[in-house]
T-cell receptor, first 114, second 109 residues
Framework: ETGVTQTPRHLVMGMTNKKSLKCEQH?????MYWYKQSAKKPLELMFV???????ENNSVPSRFSPECPNSSHLFLHLHTLQPEDSALYLC?????????????FGPGTRLTVT | GQNIDQPTEMTATEGAIVQINCTYQ??????LFWYQQHAGEAPTFLSY??LDGLEEKGRFSSFLSRSKGYSYLLLKELQMKDSASYLC??????????WGAGTKLIIKP
């Protein structure tokens, strides 16, 4: 595996379900990110981890819970979601948080909440 | 508030040149990025500008004017595979990336 991988690629869940999204980066990076991408809207940064420590939580509802067990893995735990949470969830990584480093994105998980 | 503006959609002809504009209003500036995103795929990095001027990379060039809060992405010799969304993002004073909604570029034969 190379780059940033995400599983599952597609997920359909009911509002009462609990599920988890997984992200893994094979680039030796220290920073990892969760984004939400809705149609025709800007990417919304949800969470940032640097060296396994959470550095940003942009007012994300508590029904989204991140976990970063090590610098290579990032999870997004989902529970009691709402239909408006349906979107593409993208994971990204970068060398660290310094300005000059670009972010590398995974292919995303297309989430549908019914 | 912080804001990134770019056109929603543009159409161009194969072999031609197209310029995608991006204007920004952010709290501080620590660089501007352009990403390409094909439908159903991950965004991929195209360019980074932190100083004024033009950065050229093959068929793609990116320009920045910090005083005007303005950038553009120039695509030359357009190919059908260039059909994609192009995302502009600015890193603010807190080193957070502020993203535009993206410009969908449609290439016609």
């Amino acid at each position: 595996e190379t780059g940033v991988t995400q599983t599952p690629r597609h997920l359909v869940m009911g509002m009462t379900n609990k599920k988890s999204l997984k992200c893994e980066q094979h680039l030796g990076h220290n920073a990892m990110y969760w984004y939400k991408q809705s149609a025709k809207k800007p990417l919304e940064l949800m969470f940032v981890y640097n060296f396994k420590e959470q550095t940003e939580n942009n007012s994300v509802p508590s029904r989204f819970s991140p976990e970063c067990p090590n610098s290579s893995h990032l999870f997004l735990h989902l529970h009691t979601l709402q239909p408006e949470d349906s979107a593409l969830y993208l994971c990204a990584s970068s060398q660290d948080l310094e300005a000059t480093y670009e972010q590398y994105f995974g292919p995303g998980t297309r989430l549908t909440v019914t | 508030g912080q804001n990134i503006d770019q056109p929603t959609e543009m159409t161009a002809t194969e072999g031609a040149i197209v310029q995608i504009n991006c204007t920004y209003q952010t709290s501080g500036f620590n660089g501007l990025f352009w990403y390409q995103q094909h439908a159903g795929e991950a965004p991929t990095f195209l360019s980074y500008n932190v100083l004024d001027g033009l950065e050229e990379k093959g068929r793609f060039s990116s320009f920045l004017s910090r005083s005007k809060g303005y950038s553009y992405l120039l695509l030359k010799e357009l190919q059908m595979k260039d059909s994609a969304s192009y995302l502009c993002a600015v890193r603010d004073s807190n080193y957070q990336l502020i993203w535009g909604a993206g410009t969908k570029l449609i290439i016609k034969p």
